[in-house]
């Protein structure tokens, strides 16, 4: 079965700081990777993902992520954290479409943003 | 905006009784999923479908039973709500050709 696994519950950050979250997956097959996030209260929201090609892929709100397959992860990164970035990030790994698509999700990563 | 609503937004309701939720789009996406959130957990899958009468069970569909009977509607039923079910639950659909998952903005339901 597959799963993921965010190995920080939660991070604190400086604003201006760089910011990276961690996400290891398992999963047997070519993977589909996602990062959402979550503002309090609200929905989630696509950040990026990952399909195939190049492994270092860009999102929304100046995110980025890199597919590392011999480390089996999808870690986010952000040069420069905003106080809007605070937030709770979830990765996430996708099944083909024979298997419906299903995503698992990691336990999430609660960001805090320090002035 | 996915054209997603979930209906209620929030609900209080006591162990025993049924609870159904409503996740209405407006885009005629043959997939639709149920998810929980729950803190650590991340979000987990409950019931997923994959056309009009057609769905399949998740990770964790013990306790919840699903039904599709418009494109446009996915109903969860919680038949005999307990505590352990007191959860966000969030709907999302697919969109055709791509594997990306759009979500509505989420139900918090309690059971007392």
């Known amino acids: 079965a597959q799963s993921v696994t965010q190995p920080d519950i939660h991070i604190t950050v400086s604003e201006g700081a760089s910011l990276e979250l961690r996400c290891n997956y398992s999963?047997?097959?070519?993977?589909?990777l996602f990062w959402y996030v979550q503002s309090p209260g609200q929905g989630l929201q696509l950040l990026l993902k990952?399909?195939?090609?190049?492994?270092l892929v860009q999102g929304i709100k100046g995110f980025e992520a890199e597919f590392k397959r011999s480390q089996s992860s999808f870690n986010l990164r952000k040069p420069s954290v905003h106080w809007s970035d605070a937030a709770e990030y979830f990765c996430?790994?996708?099944?083909?479409?024979?298997?419906?698509?299903?995503?698992?999700f990691g336990g999430g990563t609660r960001v805090l943003v320090k002035p | 905006d996915a054209g997603i609503t979930q209906s209620p937004r929030h609900k209080v309701t006591e162990t025993g009784t049924p609870v159904t939720l409503r996740c209405h789009q407006t885009?005629?996406?043959?997939?639709m999923y149920w998810y929980r959130q729950d803190p650590g957990h991340g979000l987990r899958l409950i019931h997923y479908?994959?056309?009009?009468?057609?769905?399949d069970k998740g990770e964790v569909s013990d306790g919840y039973s699903v039904s599709r009977s418009k494109t446009e509607d996915f109903l969860l039923t919680l038949e005999s709500a307990t505590s352990s079910q007191t959860s966000v639950y969030f709907c999302?659909?697919?969109?055709?050709?791509?594997?990306?998952?759009?979500f509505g903005a989420g139900t918090r339901l309690s059971v007392l």
């Open positions: 999302a659909i697919r969109t055709p050709d791509t594997n990306i998952q759009y």
């Open positions: 999963y047997g097959a070519t993977p589909y």
């Open positions: 990952y399909f195939s090609g190049d492994t």
């Open positions: 996430a790994v996708g099944e083909s479409q024979a298997a419906g698509n299903k995503l698992t």
């Open positions: 885009e005629n996406h043959r997939y």
């Open positions: 479908s994959y056309g009009v009468k057609d769905t």
